[in-house]
């Protein structure tokens, strides 16, 4: 289950990285690991992060870990949040 936050981010997130890969939203959960669970290799994360620094105007520093699909929707939250 996605965390209470903005359905239009969480949304948006799970479009992006559903996209890298061609998997179906509703099999990304939010404890997935992208590596584990789907084979999403440094590439494939590295496309997210630049897809949703576009599309949020937010900048994702290389430090953030970001595993699994509720980390990419907590953090971009977040910084969505700070930019009101």
Same mark, same amino acid.
């Not at 994360?45 to 105007?57: A, P, Y």
């Given at each position: 289950?996605?965390?209470?936050?903005?359905?239009? =981010?969480?949304? !948006?997130?799970?479009?992006?990285?559903? +996209?890298?890969?061609?998997? !179906?939203?509703?099999?990304?959960?939010?404890?997935? $690991?992208? +590596?584990? /669970?789907?084979? %999403?290799?440094? %590439? $494939?994360?590295?496309?997210?992060?630049?897809?949703? /620094?576009?599309? %949020?105007?937010? +900048?994702?520093? $290389? /430090? =953030?870990?970001?595993?699994?699909?509720? $980390?990419?929707? /907590?953090? =971009?939250?977040?910084?969505?949040?700070?930019?009101?």
């Amino acid at each position: 289950m996605i965390p209470a936050t903005s359905p239009s =981010v969480a949304q !948006k997130v799970l479009r992006v990285i559903s +996209n890298v890969k061609s998997i !179906k939203p509703s099999r990304l959960r939010t404890s997935a $690991d992208l +590596n584990k /669970e789907f084979g %999403f290799d440094t %590439f $494939d994360v590295v496309s997210i992060i630049w897809e949703l /620094e576009k599309i %949020f105007k937010i +900048n994702i520093p $290389d /430090e =953030v870990p970001l595993r699994t699909v509720g $980390d990419f929707v /907590e953090y =971009v939250s977040s910084q969505t949040n700070r930019q009101k």
